[in-house]
Nanobody, 108 residues
Framework: QVRLVESGGGLVQAGGSLRLGCTAS????MGWFRQAPGKERELVAA????????FVADSVEGRFTMSRDSAKNTVYLQMNSLKPEDTAVYYC?????WGQGTQVTVSS
């Protein structure tokens, strides 16, 4: 069974930064998704096992960076220049498996 455990998140002012982490039980192609209130879940970024990008959403390109530490089976989402519209619950995912979600709130 695949386990995904997220860390990070919290409350930050607009323009600030946060880093999310997701530790998996193995080395997988991973994605970060987010879901804002009243909106559908959307893919933010995804990288393969080698750490190369598969996808980056236009809304976060240049501000968010996804990376991985293969030795720790952990992927990160470094979020800079945060905007209020980035407020959402963020989830890491592999295939059909999901982390528990972590709240990111950006105040204006």
């Amino acid at each position: 069974q695949v386990r995904l455990v997220e860390s990070g998140g919290g409350l930050v002012q607009a323009g600030g930064s946060l880093r999310l982490g997701c530790t998996a039980s193995g080395l997988y192609t991973m994605g970060w998704f987010r879901q804002a209130p009243g909106k559908e879940r959307e893919l933010v970024a995804a990288i393969n096992r080698a750490g190369s990008y598969i996808f980056v959403a236009d809304s976060v390109e240049g501000r968010f960076t996804m990376s991985r530490d293969s030795a720790k089976n952990t992927v990160y989402l470094q979020m800079n220049s945060l905007k209020p519209e980035d407020t959402a619950v963020y989830y890491c995912s592999y295939h059909i498996y999901w982390g528990q979600g972590t709240q990111v709130t950006v105040s204006s």
